[in-house]
């Protein structure tokens, strides 16, 4: 025995909230993008100082960032799901050939 202890219900919740927050931030991505600004939201001097061009690009990095911690998160939720599913089934593994001992 490794010694090492792994709270399953823990890993179980945790990996289940790490999932979820990816998918909250999808939802608010998708909201951001549909956000429109126009060259009217500027005014005459934005629209000739380039500040709708700038926002736009700002926008498409924040857009971009969302994605990847989007994806970060819920890849992440996902792996370490597997890992708690490796380990419920040594868990069961275990207790099966703990009861064959005690047979």
């Not at 792994?6 to 927050?21: G, K, N, P, S």
């Not at 005459?44 to 690009?57: H, K, L, T, W």
């Not at 857009?63 to 490796?86: C, F, N, Q, W, Y």
């Not at 069961?92 to 047979?103: F, G, K």
Request: charged content about 35%.
């Amino acid at each position: 025995m490794s010694g090492i202890r792994i709270d399953i219900d823990w890993l179980a919740t945790h990996a289940r909230q790490v999932r979820e927050a990816g998918e909250d931030i999808t939802t608010g991505r998708a909201k951001l993008a549909e956000a429109e600004i126009t060259a009217e939201s500027f005014g005459e001097i934005g629209r000739e100082s380039g500040a709708p061009d700038a926002y736009r690009q700002l926008c498409e990095q924040l857009l971009e960032r969302h994605r990847k911690a989007a994806e970060t998160l819920t890849s992440a939720g996902d792996e370490l799901r597997e890992v708690v599913d490796h380990h419920a089934v040594g868990d069961d593994d275990s207790a099966v050939d703990l009861r064959r001992q005690e047979a």
